[in-house]
């Protein structure tokens, strides 16, 4: 995605929103909780990142060791489509 859709991306989650994107052709899924906790998951379940809030979630969640300020050129998300 370019950084423009990125910054939509961002401002939903920000919103509540919860988001569905694909990377490296695998489905990750970022949900939040009622305490404020925000997630990045693997769509199937089988891995998960867990974070007290979404500010923490974009400062420490990392795929393939990098955060998704650095990752998100080759993220794709639904509404690009």
């Known amino acids: 995605m370019d950084e423009k859709k990125y910054k939509l991306f961002k401002e939903g989650?920000?919103?509540g929103e919860e988001y569905?994107?694909?990377y490296n052709d695998?489905?990750?899924w970022?949900?939040?909780d009622a305490n404020g906790?925000?997630?990045l998951a693997?769509?199937?379940g089988t891995y998960c990142q867990d974070f007290n809030s979404l500010d923490e979630l974009f400062q420490k969640?990392?795929?393939d060791g990098k955060l998704l300020d650095e990752l998100y050129p080759e993220m794709y998300w639904g509404v690009e489509g």
Request: aromatic fraction near 14%; hydrophobic fraction near 40%; charged fraction near 25%.
């Open 42 to 44: 693997k769509d199937d």
């Open 26 to 28: 695998t489905d990750y």
């Open 30 to 32: 970022i949900s939040h």
């Open 13 to 15: 989650l920000y919103m």
């Open 37 to 39: 906790g925000s997630s």
């Open 61 to 63: 969640a990392k795929l």
């Open 20 to 22: 569905l994107f694909v």
